[in-house]
């Protein structure tokens, strides 16, 4: 299906081989604001669909094993669209920001897609397997237009990690930062397959591939550390030390209720909940439940667990760990079950809440229930 949208636009930038812009515009044909999706993710779906649908015999077979890095970015054009606009406004005349956790997936779909794609071969495959960190740095507002930016900024054997970057003006620094992991698949075995490799060019995206890689040597030695221990998860001496007196505090609660701080809470008194069928209109390109649409059911579900916790309405700090362990097919009976993990004072006016949102996939007939996805996040409340 042809792109709606205004033409790419080229630039050249430094540290990047090609720059992609795409203006965004509800001007066009109105089948864009249907559905269930933001009119981004429509777009970014659509472009990727087309370059998958291109005939791999119209071109020749190349066997690429590296890529230098290369950004796409896309604009929201919020002061020239009221249309598109309203459809990224929250109640308060704030961005709405599930919807932009949403495009954030699909924009690193497509970048971890154009990074894979090999001439004359097949589409690749691939999966978010976790998002890292999603940190707001200073607030979006809804009557300026906001960039995105993103490239790879990193490859494993199978594994590559997408940055992008929010910027708006008149930032000097980027107003939120992302950093999303995805696993290239086999299409016939939908086993890890090697991807193509990236070759860093500037000072900076060879600082950032270096620190990813040692994130990713720490992280395997974790895993085998835990396998030599029979698969027992193993906790450090530091977060033995900040645990301890929650969970002392905790067993007062429970044994000796009346004795108990006044201002403390048990975990289990914070849970909210909701379960639902998931729709054909949810799904992504391959099928599954679009994990763009999970994390903002998990956001929008965190953001009323902390509003109904504080008493106060929260602003979002970031995401702070999302696992994908395993996929959601159409017609799941899916649970999200919010809880508040902990609260920290940052000072008289407020401080921080942490909430943990897991998914679920309940199947009643044969008795089971499997956890599908963790998310954590963090907002801060005044006079908490």
């Not at 954030?104 to 090999?118: E, K, T, Y």
């Not at 895993?223 to 001496?237: I, K």
């Not at 994908?324 to 508040?340: A, C, E, M, N």
Request: hydrophobic share 40%.
């Amino acid at each position: 299906r042809a792109a709606r949208a205004s033409p790419w636009r080229q630039q050249q930038l430094s540290s990047v081989s090609q720059t992609s812009w795409r203006l965004l515009s509800t001007e066009d044909d109105s089948d864009q604001r249907h559905g269930h999706y933001t009119p981004v993710t429509k777009q970014l779906w659509q472009d990727r669909i087309a370059a998958a649908t291109k005939r791999s015999s119209d071109q020749p077979i190349q066997d690429l094993n590296s890529k230098p890095p290369e950004v796409t970015q896309i604009v929201y054009p919020f002061t020239a669209d009221k249309s598109f606009k309203e459809l990224y406004r929250n109640p308060w005349n704030f961005i709405r920001i599930g919807n932009i956790l949403e495009d954030l997936d699909s924009l690193a779909g497509n970048i971890a897609f154009q990074h894979c794609c090999r001439p004359g071969h097949p589409p690749p495959l691939l999966v978010t397997a976790s998002v890292d960190d999603i940190a707001l740095h200073s607030p979006i507002s809804i009557e300026a237009d906001v960039a995105v930016r993103g490239q790879v900024v990193w490859t494993g054997t199978s594994a590559l990690d997408i940055r992008m970057e929010l910027w708006q003006q008149p930032q000097q620094q980027p107003s939120l930062v992302a950093l999303f992991s995805f696993v290239h698949l086999d299409p016939a075995t939908k086993r890890p397959a090697p991807v193509v490799q990236l070759t860093p060019v500037s000072p900076q995206d060879k600082e950032i591939a270096a620190q990813r890689q040692a994130l990713a040597d720490e992280r395997r030695r974790a895993r085998q550390a835990q396998a030599a221990s029979g698969g027992q998860m193993l906790v450090t001496a530091a977060a033995r030390k900040w645990t301890s007196p929650l969970l002392a505090e905790a067993r007062l609660m429970s044994d000796l209720p009346a004795l108990a701080p006044s201002d403390a809470v048990l975990m289990p008194s914070t849970v909210l909940q909701n379960t639902f069928i998931t729709q054909p209109q949810q799904q992504n390109m391959h099928g599954r439940v679009f994990g763009g649409f999970l994390m903002r059911r998990a956001y929008e579900l965190a953001f009323a667990t902390t509003y109904t916790f504080a008493g106060a309405r929260p602003a979002f700090v970031m995401v702070d760990e999302v696992s994908f362990k395993k996929p959601v097919d159409v017609g799941d009976l899916l649970r999200f079950k919010s809880t508040v993990l902990h609260t920290q004072r940052t000072g008289p006016a407020g401080g921080l809440l942490y909430v943990e949102v897991e998914a679920s996939v309940a199947k009643p007939e044969r008795l089971s229930v499997s956890s599908t996805n963790t998310f954590l996040f963090v907002f801060s409340v005044a006079g908490l």
